[in-house]
Each structure stands twice: as structure tokens, then as C-alpha cells.
């Protein structure tokens, strides 16, 4: 088994590891907020821009301002469909930073596994060697009191 000042290292290092992990998912967990914000602005603007497209055409509009009005919305669709993407994107990573912390938490958690095992297993051995101790001890005393 190793010894406890290995294991105590290994502990260490697993905790800066889950540390950086936390750190990268934070990070990845924001930027993915940030992105779905985006694409909620984009859809309002875009909600906003057809209803003033449906208010122009009931007062009349020219053929000029109609084209217009359609590739400007054609425009905030593709812009939305690329915000979509992103999204997508920030969610994949978020995901990925997530079992990666998953997986740095599952190592620190096994060595301070094996580092509590190994103070109960140095703890049984102690435990046995002051019986052991006690036991001589007695047999001696009843040895001479004979």
C-alpha cells in the first residue's frame, strides 16, 4: 500500500486538478448563459421587427421598404440560426466541463478513500500491537507472581 505522505500528495494534487475542473465548468457554465441570452435578445429584436413589419404593411408600404423589411428579417433568422449553433456549442461544452470535473472529483474522492482506509488499516496494527503488548505484559506478571 502507499505510504501516507504519497497518498496525502496524490489527495493534493486531485484537489488542485478538481479545483481547475471547477474552475473550467464555471467559466464554460457562463459563457453558455451568455450565449442563451444572446439568442433571447435576437429572437425579442427579430418578434419586434415583424410586428413593426405587420404595423407597415396595414398603413401601406412601398415595394422598396417590403424588400427591405424581408431581407432584414432573412437576415435576423440566419443570425439567430448561428446564434442557435453557438448555443448548442456552449451546451456541448458545458457537458464536456462537467464530466470532466465529475471525473477529477471521482479521483480525489477514491484517494481519500484509500487514505482513510490506510489510517484504519495503521490504526488495526497499532491496535494489535499494544494488545500484543498488554498481553505479554500479563502473561509475564502471572508468569512471576507463580
Known amino acids: 500500500m502507499a505510504t501516507t505522505s504519497a497518498l496525502e500528495t496524490l489527495i493534493e494534487l486531485a484537489t488542485k486538478e478538481t479545483d481547475e475542473a471547477t474552475k473550467r465548468l464555471g467559466r464554460a457554465v457562463r459563457t453558455s448563459e451568455e450565449a442563451q441570452q444572446k439568442l433571447v435578445i435576437l429572437e425579442q ?3 419586434d421587427y415583424a410586428l413593426r413589419f405587420q404595423e407597415s404593411l396595414s398603413s401601406g408600404l ?3 421598404s417590403y424588400r427591405n423589411f424581408q431581407l432584414f428579417i432573412e437576415k435576423i433568422d440566419t443570425a ?3 446564434q442557435k449553433d453557438v448555443v448548442k456549442n456552449a451546451q456541448q461544452r458545458v457537458a464536456d466541463a462537467r464530466a470532466a470535473w465529475q471525473a477529477c472529483e ?6 481519500g ?3 482513510t ?6 490504526q488495526l496494527r497499532e491496535s494489535r500491537r499494544d ?3 498488554t498481553d505479554e505484559h500479563a502473561s509475564r506478571i502471572t508468569f512471576y507472581k507463580r
Not at 471521482?106 to 484517494?111: P, V
Not at 482506509?117 to 495503521?122: C, E, F, V
Open 45 to 47: 429584436y427579430r418578434d
Open 62 to 64: 412601398t415595394a422598396m
Open 80 to 82: 439567430i440560426a448561428g
Open 106 to 111: 471521482r479521483k480525489r474522492m477514491s484517494y
Open 113 to 115: 478513500t484509500l487514505a
Open 117 to 122: 482506509r490506510a489510517k484504519q488499516t495503521a
Open 131 to 133: 494488545q500484543k503488548q
